[in-house]
């Protein structure tokens, strides 16, 4: 009995840390075991980064980890994530298309998964108190589970950079920052955003070391490329012609369009904090899948579902920016999306890429609403131009109304000058 309470005395009570091998987080193993004495178990998502996820996993356990779980959540990342960005047709301030935005309730969702098998009373992710990350974290982690205590250890220490490497080298924790590139990277399937270092400064372009999956467009061929893109429910399904598994198709189309110059970004970003940013973006696929997904909707959607799809669209866009994903809000957006998208959203859509420019070039669809009878100018119309004149009428009455009263109330001004 004794030997019981002992044992339950000396258990440490544990922390799941959001890993991503970078400076942040690994500083942040030691620190975190250091200040609050917690066992640290830590978590890695692959959603796509390119990384090496063995040499992840060796580096957390070097620096003190206890337990480490890797996890591969590409393909839930696309089908739960990015495919409901595909059908809102995603693009935050008209530019960016949430790559990091997406992932964080992603991973939000682990931590606290991990936590409850581990019993584990906190986590904590690497994030800064200036961005938009905090947030998605930490909304996401009380909505699914508000009794763990949430530690966002870079907010708390306030260490700069170099104080930061300092105690990295006094901790013995690998380092691989490099002076000559001191970007902040995040990396995903959907997108590569690039922080910090000389494009801090909004008047200055971007220098093609910040760049990886694009080339710039000077270096791109100088032949134009085409593309088809089959879509079914509003989802991108085939490529040229021929059926393609999702992963593999964004995949295809991040180096593609890539190759062609296609997918940089560069604007001034409203965070949700309040702060303005100069961000800068990579996404080949997205931008392509967008564009193209955007051009069908037109084909076959009514003119008043692509208006109210519109407002909604940004509507989702800008809660799943500003981290809440698991407000109710967006499931119901949702419905009304997938309402527009299943089964009319289904057809192709021709894409031509040339030196940095991507045009749609052609659709095609089963559900176009696009009549060929109704709109050509040739003696096959079968539109009764007739009825253009009554509808005229009808349709500017009060517009012709308004315009005779001010000339009216014109004039009676002009005779009481006199
Ligand atoms: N500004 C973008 C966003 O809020 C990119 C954030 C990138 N995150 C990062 N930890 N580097 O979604």
Redesign the pocket.
């Known amino acids: 009995m004794f030997f019981c309470i002992l044992q339950v005395v000396y258990l440490m009570a544990k922390l799941v840390l959001a890993y991503s091998g970078g400076l942040d987080t690994s500083v942040a193993i030691k620190w975190l075991q250091e200040k609050y004495g917690y066992e640290i178990i830590t978590l890695t998502l692959n959603v796509g980064q390119n990384e090496d996820m063995k040499f992840i996993e060796e580096k957390a356990y070097k620096i003190g980890s206890i337990k480490h779980y890797s996890i591969d959540a590409v393909e839930e990342f696309v089908e739960n994530y990015v495919n409901n960005a595909i059908k809102a047709n995603a693009l935050y301030q008209g530019k960016?298309p949430?790559?990091?935005?997406l992932s964080r309730p992603l991973i939000a969702k682990y931590l606290v998964k991990i936590a409850e098998i581990e019993n584990a009373e906190a986590v904590a992710h690497g994030?800064t108190g200036k961005?938009?990350?905090q947030v998605r974290f930490e909304a996401t982690i009380k909505a699914l589970n508000p009794n763990l205590k949430i530690i966002a250890p870079v907010r708390e220490w306030n260490l700069t950079r170099d104080e930061e490497i300092e105690y990295a080298k006094k901790n013995g924790i690998p380092l691989s920052v490099s002076k000559t590139k001191p970007y902040?990277?995040?990396q995903n399937i959907w997108g590569r955003?690039i922080?910090g270092g000389i494009i801090e400064d909004p008047f200055i372009e971007p220098p093609e070391d910040a760049f990886e999956l694009t080339k710039s467009a000077l270096d791109a061929p100088d032949k134009p490329a085409y593309l088809e893109i089959g879509f079914r429910n509003g989802i991108p399904i085939e490529l040229n012609g021929e059926e393609m598994n999702e992963i593999e198709l964004i995949k295809f189309l991040n180096e593609f369009g890539g190759m062609h110059g296609i997918g940089r970004i560069d604007h001034i970003?409203d965070?949700l904090v309040g702060i303005k940013?100069r961000?800068v973006y990579e996404c080949p696929a997205a931008l392509i899948l967008i564009e193209a997904h955007k051009d069908l909707e037109k084909f076959v959607l009514t003119k008043l579902e692509n208006e109210a799809k519109e407002y909604l669209d940004a509507l989702w866009t800008k809660l799943v920016?500003n981290g809440l994903w698991e407000d109710p809000l967006r499931k119901d957006i949702e419905a009304f999306i997938n309402s527009t998208q299943i089964p009319r959203v289904t057809g192709k859509v021709k894409v031509k890429m040339y030196k940095g420019n991507m045009r749609i070039i052609g659709r095609k669809s089963e559900f176009a609403l696009y009549d060929i009878k109704l709109s050509t100018y040739s003696s096959e119309s079968q539109f009764n131009q007739k009825n253009s004149e009554g509808f005229i009428n009808i349709y500017s009455l009060q517009t012709v109304l308004a315009k005779k009263v001010e000339k009216i109330n014109a004039r009676r001004e002009e005779r009481t000058k006199v």
Do not use: H
């Open positions: 960016y949430l790559s990091s935005a994030c961005g938009n990350d902040s990277i995040d955003s922080e970003e965070r940013s961000e920016y």
